[in-house]
């Protein structure tokens, strides 16, 4: 019995590469949102600070606040990112079985 496991293999890798591609945009668009959304608060704390209205500390504690607030956003995208990982390997498992169990049948 010849199984060609090469090209099965390759077919489950662009089955689970396939399965990442159609995911990865929500994923960068969700990124460039959070950016989009911390942008006019840091900015007008960048502002602030060099017209002098904030001192250093000031500006530092706010800093720490928006990189507190990113982080909590970015907690979804690690979520994301898990669901995507989930698909790749599921897709990535039924294209072997697939591939296999075709490959056996069509040998016997």
């Known amino acids: 019995m010849d199984i060609d ?3 099965i293999l390759q077919t489950a890798l662009g089955a689970a590469t396939d399965a990442v591609r159609k ?9 460039r949102e959070i950016a989009h959304g911390h942008e ?10 060099a017209r002098g209205d904030i001192d ?4 530092n504690d706010e800093m720490d606040d928006e990189g507190r607030t990113l982080q909590a956003e970015l907690q979804a995208v690690a979520v ?9 390997v599921n897709a990535f498992r039924d294209a072997l079985v697939d591939g296999i169990t075709t490959a056996v049948k069509a040998a016997l």
């Open 56 to 59: 250093e500390a000031t500006f």
């Open 40 to 49: 006019a608060a840091i900015r007008s704390l960048a502002e602030a600070l």
């Open 23 to 31: 995911s990865a945009p929500q994923v960068e668009d969700y990124l």
């Open 5 to 7: 496991i090469g090209a």
């Open 80 to 88: 994301v990112t898990k669901a995507i990982a989930q698909r790749a």
